[in-house]
């Protein structure tokens, strides 16, 4: 007898997401951003995919509004690159979800890739998944803190005997 | 008229404890006792549950779950309501409930059912802890005492109410089949205590002496020991010797292979349980569920008894009882050392030699006591194949006190062991093979009796 959990039907999940994101549009519409429903459906794909390439399922509506909400202030994010990086974070996201072994909240995930994109990677996505997160991740699997940097250790070592 | 079953049209062997909801499903389904749309209807409500259960496991940490924790989710879940289900008194009633009773409904009505098992298990476990056999076998005491109160530190009701986490590895006379989680660990400890009872009549040293019979290190194999000594005690009733001393002998083997050989399966078991009768005179035997365990047990006894008979080898079923301590031993002095300095020159000595003759002809000069061989043994760096050499100069009675201070171990077990220690007791296992095979079982025998002194 199958229970098997990929049976559950993802029909009102999505729906209940393209909700909440559509409603997003309302408190990301002071920054000019907007998202159409066709633009929406496909996020929601692209959840589902990547839900499914990182083997995790999701039962609520999910974490897109969440990005949303935090990264709408970006400077580095305007109605030309607003929805080809959502779609971009939310890879991301699951992605560093299974990396940090769920060590970390969606919440404290989602403001560390914001901070970390308007800061140090100056919008980069490419930066943020390849250098900032991978480093966040084994960092965190590692026990140390999150700022931790094996190549800041090297400099500080060049800086103090003065070789390098 | 206390017995009166229901009759059930689902047949109740062909569900799986373990696995309960799903298999009373497939058999309903087969039946027709319920549709497709039930079916569907139970599986949808399954998920829901599941996805109540993730949103608690996660709290507001997290808004996915990885696939594999959410199917061990998914399988607690179906877990406790199979065990709601397994209150109901018949298979169909439970059906009905499960058309009726949505699944969060009875998904709480076994949560509670688990609490009151987990209260039960506690308890059962002072029992058990109570009236422990007095024996020195390691798997029954870790098990029955360490691995159990492991159980209850870790058992998750919540969301791995399916698991147990410990491997119970004290093995039961009568084996349980098909249940898991705490249904496992109640029945292994009910088990316990039937067979606790049972072996508590008889007393520890007897205990010990019959399962010396099977075999002198019993304390670390992994046995059970209720069943040799059920066996013994009807052996000995069958047998007419002292069942309170657990007292069989060569002659009364021999009276029980003639009373049973030819007989068929179900004409020894009576044999058995006439011989039982006759036990319950002599010993309390508490209960009718101790009764009928005691009797599950016969009936496996049984079986074994027929290979038994048939491989000639009823001694390894009815055990007699050994007494190692009463065998002869032997004791053997290494003698005393040499002084330091003398000892230290000889080394050097030795070290500095380059041919093996000249080792040997240093060693046969100047080492008078077999602690000055094995020091120069361990200290002279010399290769296997010089101790080899060393070790044909040796009597056979030096070789087996060297080899009983240095046994043969496998590369795990020395790990801890120096590198000419390893050599040492290398070269040793491989010299006794080299002999004939009757000096290899002269010196094994030697090695068991004796008792080395330094």
């Known amino acids: 007898m199958g229970f098997d959990i990929a049976l559950f039907d993802q029909s009102l999940v999505q729906k209940q997401a393209v909700n909440e994101i559509i409603k997003c549009n309302d408190f990301t519409a002071d920054y000019g951003l907007a998202l159409t429903t066709a633009q929406v459906l496909e996020l929601v794909e692209t959840r589902g995919r990547a839900l499914n390439a990182n083997g995790r399922i999701e039962f609520g509506g999910g974490v897109i509004d969440k990005v949303i909400k935090e990264f709408c202030d970006s400077p580095y994010i305007s109605t030309y690159n607003y ?11 699951y992605y560093y979800k299974n990396e940090t072994l769920d060590l970390i909240s969606d919440d404290d995930l989602i403001k560390f890739m914001k901070t970390a994109f308007d800061g140090t990677c100056q919008g980069s996505l490419e930066l943020l998944a390849g250098r900032e997160l991978d480093r966040f991740a084994r960092n965190l699997r590692g026990g140390y803190v999150c700022s931790f940097s094996e190549d800041d250790n090297y400099e500080d070592e060049g800086d103090s005997d003065g070789k390098y | 008229m206390e017995n009166i079953e229901k009759i059930s049209v689902i047949n109740k062997e062909k569900l799986n404890g373990e696995f309960y909801l799903q298999s009373l499903l497939e058999e309903a389904l087969g039946l027709r006792l319920i549709t497709d749309a039930d079916i569907e209807r139970i599986q949808y409500e399954c998920l829901e549950l599941l996805a109540n259960r993730v949103e608690r496991y996660n709290g507001d940490h997290s808004s996915s779950i990885r696939a594999e924790a959410a199917q061990s989710i998914m399988t607690s879940n179906l877990y406790t309501i199979g065990i709601s289900l397994k209150s109901y008194s018949s298979a169909d009633d439970a059906v009905k409930a499960l058309q009726e009773t949505k699944a969060a409904e009875l998904y709480a009505n076994g949560r509670k059912r688990i609490d009151t098992m987990l209260k039960t298990a506690k308890a059962l476990h002072s029992k058990v802890l109570n009236n422990m056999v007095d024996t020195g076998n390691v798997f029954y005491n870790e098990t029955v005492a360490g691995g159990i109160k492991g159980f209850f530190k870790i058992y998750d009701p919540d969301f791995e109410a399916h698991e147990i986490h ?10 349980i089949k098909s249940l898991a989680g705490i249904e496992f660990i109640q029945k ?139 065998k002869p031993k032997l004791y053997f002095s290494f003698g005393d050392k040499m002084d330091n300095k003398s000892y230290r020159e000889i080394v050097e000595e030795i070290m500095q030699c380059r041919h093996l003759s000249d080792k040997i002809t240093i060693i046969k000069e100047h080492i008078r006591s077999l602690a000055d061989m094995e020091d120069i043994l361990l200290d002279a760096e010399l290769s296997a194949h010089e101790v080899l050499a060393v070790l044909r100069e040796l009597d056979q009675p030096e070789i087996a006190a060297l080899s009983k201070k240095y046994p043969f171990k496998s590369d795990l077990e020395a790990i801890d062991l120096k590198e000419q220690e390893r050599i040492l007791s290398k070269c040793l296992y491989d010299f006794i093979a080299s002999l004939p095979e009757e000096q290899q079982a002269g010196l094994s025998k030697a090695i068991d009796m004796l008792d080395i002194s330094f």
């Open chain 1, 83 to 93: 929805e080809q990086t959502l779609h971009e974070l939310i890879e991301m996201f």
């Open chain 2, 188 to 326: 292994y400890l009910e088990s316990i205590l039937y067979e606790n009872a049972f072996c508590r009549n008889f007393s520890s040293d007897d205990i010990h002496h019959l399962l010396c019979g099977h075999d002198e290190a019993y304390q670390e194999l992994l046995l059970n020991i209720y069943e040799p000594v059920l066996t013994a005690a009807i052996g000995c009733v069958v047998a007419g010797e002292d069942v309170r001393r657990l007292n069989l002998t060569e002659t009364s083997l021999l009276f029980l292979n003639s009373l049973l050989k030819g007989k068929s399966k179900d004409q020894i078991y009576t044999v058995f349980l006439k011989a039982f009768d006759e036990l319950k005179s002599i010993f309390p035997i508490t209960g009718n569920l101790q009764e009928q365990y005691i009797k599950t047990s016969l009936r496996m006894i049984t079986s074994k008894v027929i290979v038994a008979m048939e491989l000639q080898t009823l001694d390894k079923l009815f055990l007699i009882a050994s007494y190692p301590e009463n």
């Open chain 2, 166 to 175: 410990i491997t119970a590895d004290y093995p039961l006379c009568n084996p």
